[in-house]
T-cell receptor
Framework: DSGVTQTPKHLITATGQRVTLRCSPR?????VYWYQQSLDQGLQFLIHYYNGEERAKGNILERFSAQQFPDLHSELNLSSLELGDSALYFC?????????????FGPGTRLTVT | KNQVEQSPQSLIILEGKNCTLQCNYTVSPFSNLRWYKQDTGRGPVSLTI?????NTKSNGRYTATLDADTKQSSLHITASQLSDSASYICVVRGGATNKLIFGTGTLLAVQP
């Protein structure tokens, strides 16, 4: 158990809908990273927050947005969902704000768009 | 282009046997290389992290090697166990923006 929690574990929704994925980092960690892992594809970095502020953006679509709250939990919002958005979404946390620090991954949320 | 390529894509071995997974990268400049183990449906777990000056690093039955000159790394698993069945992901930190670049992984199945 990495100490990172993600909810829900599974999510099934229809195209065009909007969903929110939630991540709670390990105690003491200030950074949260979001990743997407599609079938047969590697992990794709989406976005990084440190202590409530956006630090870096990766291949994140405009339909997706995220935020980190004062209690350090983070939410990833996916809107106007398409079939291609079906994937595993992972968050990872680390203590520092750079990639020098080890990232600890949560168990993921499996999103299925029908 | 900064890329990380892993081979083989998948591998089946018998319990108790050894195996070696390969990772070739074209990332430059190079900061470090990590190997992760990802069980099906779960998040990746770090096995090793290696910097430019490190040639070998072990974590139990897992031994990673790095040749920064040829830009190759390998992960050797000794005396495999059923619980080693997982995807093994090679991740290189580097490039102009010093980001993490993920390989697509090698799917290992250990059979009794």
């Amino acid at each position: 158990d990495s100490g990172v929690t993600q909810t829900p574990k599974h999510l099934i929704t229809a195209t065009g809908q909007r969903v929110t994925l939630r991540c709670s980092p390990r105690s003491g960690d200030l950074s949260v990273y979001w990743y997407q892992q599609s079938l047969d594809q590697g992990l794709q970095f989406l976005i990084h927050y440190y202590n409530g502020e956006e630090r870096a953006k990766g291949n994140i679509l405009e339909r997706f947005s995220a935020q980190q709250f004062p209690d350090l939990h983070s939410e990833l919002n996916l809107s106007s969902l398409e079939l291609g958005d079906s994937a595993l979404y992972f968050c990872a946390s680390s203590v520092g704000q750079t990639l020098s620090y080890e990232q600890y991954f949560g168990p993921g949320t499996r999103l299925t768009v029908t | 282009k900064n890329q990380v390529e892993q081979s083989p894509q998948s591998l089946i071995i018998l319990e108790g046997k050894n195996c070696t997974l390969q990772c070739n990268y074209t990332v430059s400049p190079f900061s470090n290389l990590r190997w992760y183990k990802q069980d099906t449906g779960r998040g990746p777990v770090s096995l090793t992290i290696m910097t430019f000056s490190e040639n070998t690093k072990s974590n139990g039955r897992y031994t990673a090697t790095l040749d920064a000159d040829t830009k190759q790394s390998s992960l050797h698993i000794t005396a495999s166990q059923l619980s080693d069945s997982a995807s093994y992901i090679c991740v290189v930190r580097g490039g102009a923006t010093n980001k993490l670049i993920f390989g697509t992984g090698t799917l290992l199945a250990v059979q009794p």
